[in-house]
């Protein structure tokens, strides 16, 4: 799958390293060129540094190729714009946008883009781990 991440910190390094080790072709998209060092030292795929709300950075970046974009910065109308450009202007069939906002998170999902918050799945993960670990001491 020819896969387009925009933002190479901790999470979409960590998605690119490994979708590069399963054999996608994936292309790693940030503002800041000095984020790729967060890239594992066997990554095959392309870098391309720019804003990823801007079309003609997304296309030099391979957008109109994508079969999937992923927006993981750490702003949640940054990831929404670019996703949106990416579903809408570029038909990109797969489009993945975390959103921090849990409101925020549903009105984008309810606009057709697939959202992960880690907001919400980290608070749900920690309320089940205490429950569990209650239960577990009576």
Known sequence: M???????GRLGARIAGL???AGHAVTVLDVN???FRRLPESFQGARAVGNG???PVLERAGV???EAFMAVTQGDNRNYFASMMAKEVYGVPRVL???YDPVRE???RDLGLETFSP???GAQIMVEMLVKSGERGR
């Open 33 to 35: 060129a000095s984020s």
């Open 2 to 8: 020819n896969v387009l991440i925009m933002g190479c």
């Open 53 to 55: 709300m801007d079309g």
């Open 97 to 99: 946008c975390r959103i």
């Open 106 to 108: 549903q009105i984008f």
């Open 19 to 21: 979708l590069d080790q």
């Open 119 to 121: 907001t919400s799945l």
């Open 64 to 66: 109109a190729q994508a």
